[in-house]
């Protein structure tokens, strides 16, 4: 089943200057998510991500096309969607820096018309969730950034939307923090959530994306698994090994596809090797010689992003 399906979404924004182009932040993109799947959605600023969540989440208009968020049109019928989707934005965005944890998040499900037993309930639990409990009354701007944004998930998560819009949440998150936040898509997943996650950190969109978008300038350039979106553009897969002989080395770099070849210090060494299935011969050149510590890894969704948007993706601001 599709929980999100968006079609030739097209939205602008006036520049404000007299005579001026609009700017185009989506240029009619077309999306399906399945139903509880993480979706990535990966592009460099002002790609069109966060105008994306707004349409969906009934905060932005779109200019033309469509959107559907399970089968209902954001546009047309925003009270039916809010109750199917929370958002979370990342950074310092709409909390209330004066207002406790609790009552940031009370605020918000009286916004979604739960009930205040109820919603007591449920903020407990929440702020259980998200390890706040034992900040639940201190006032928000007290908190840490990493805080605020467990904050933002446990609000977010109120009233229980089946489709769950991440936007930027690990920015500013300390690795611990980053770490417990996958933990906690993994468990949206499970639970049967749809989970559209944009992000700039490729490795998190490697390890928690079922399927990945990348887009720029407001147009999709390719959706695929984030393995298949290496292969496609001939990304590199990664082969590490330890306590490798000096003697095979130049039998690794004369093999077909065999890219690179890197020293991580540690007596461990990493291989690059280009396109798909050629790691087979690596393996087995590493086997034979008596090695026995071995990983591999997909092609890196690095490499795919920068290779497929290269230097756009550190230009920053307006176009
Ligand atoms: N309210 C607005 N008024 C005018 N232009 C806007 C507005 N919101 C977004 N834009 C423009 O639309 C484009 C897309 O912006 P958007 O915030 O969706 O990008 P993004 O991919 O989320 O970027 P980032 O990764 O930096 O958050 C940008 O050119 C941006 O300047």
Redesign the pocket.
Known sequence: MTAVQVRALRRT?STGKAGAAE?V?LDGIDLDIEAGTVHGLL??????????CKVLSTVLLPTSGQALVLGRDPAADPRGVRPLVGIVLGGDRGLYGRLTARQNIRYWAALYGIRRAEAAVRTAELLDRFGLADHADEPVERFSRGMKQRLHLARGLIHRPPVVLLD?PTTGMDPVSARAFRDVVADLRTEGHTVLL?T?DMAEAEALCDRVTLIDR?TVLATAHPRELGEWFGGYERVEARDVPEAVRPELLALDGVAALEDLGDGRIRIQVRGADRSAAVLSVLLDAGVRELSTSPPGLEEVYLQVIGDRGFRVG??
Request: charged residues 20%.
């Open positions: 924004f700017r932040a592009g460099p600023n002002g790609a069109g991500k966060t105008t994306l930027e944009t700039h407001g307006a176009r």
